[in-house]
């Protein structure tokens, strides 16, 4: 592993509604660009940004998870930067929450939440792999929020040849008060 400087942007973002998911996206995809054409070659987004982290009872439309994709990989291509964004993504059965890697070659992979809340089960799957990803950055382990708690998640993506650890997170801190940081992944 050789270390290179990475110019990286946390993309932060209020939580939206899915139902807002079509208003707020051009402003989402346009912070996204900001970063890239500001100089940062990784670029991290959420968990659940598309088109929310709350799923709900309706079926998601594959075709705004696609046109999603493509606004992303279009700044990929354009800026040259690697973008992880977190998104609902359609499998054979269910949705898993997802983290699509974006390089500007396209979509690289995808890492799927393995550990998953009593509540993330209503709309999603667990994924099960956990393999690097080849990017121009360098080899990323990804994975998703909770999945952090799991030490050997990390630890299994190292040993696999990941360089940078990625780890989309829809940051919860179980009150209204941020100061009062009461879930564990924020002590």
Known sequence: MSARPTPVAAVQTRAHDRTDFV???PELVARIATAAESGARLIVVPEGTVPAYVIGAEPVD???LEAAAQDVIAVASRTGATIVYG???AGADRLANAAYVVTPAGIAGYA???FLWHFDR???RAGEALDPI???VGRLGVFVCADGRIPTIGAALVARGAEILVV???WVTSGRDPQALENLQAT
Do not use: I, N, V, Y
Request: net charge positive; hydrophobic share 30%.
């Open 122 to 124: 209503r709309w999603f």
């Open 168 to 170: 989309p997170t829809a």
């Open 62 to 64: 594959s075709q705004l």
């Open 134 to 136: 080849d990017t121009p």
């Open 23 to 25: 208003k707020r996206w």
């Open 112 to 114: 799927d939440k393995c």
């Open 87 to 89: 998104g609902a993504r």
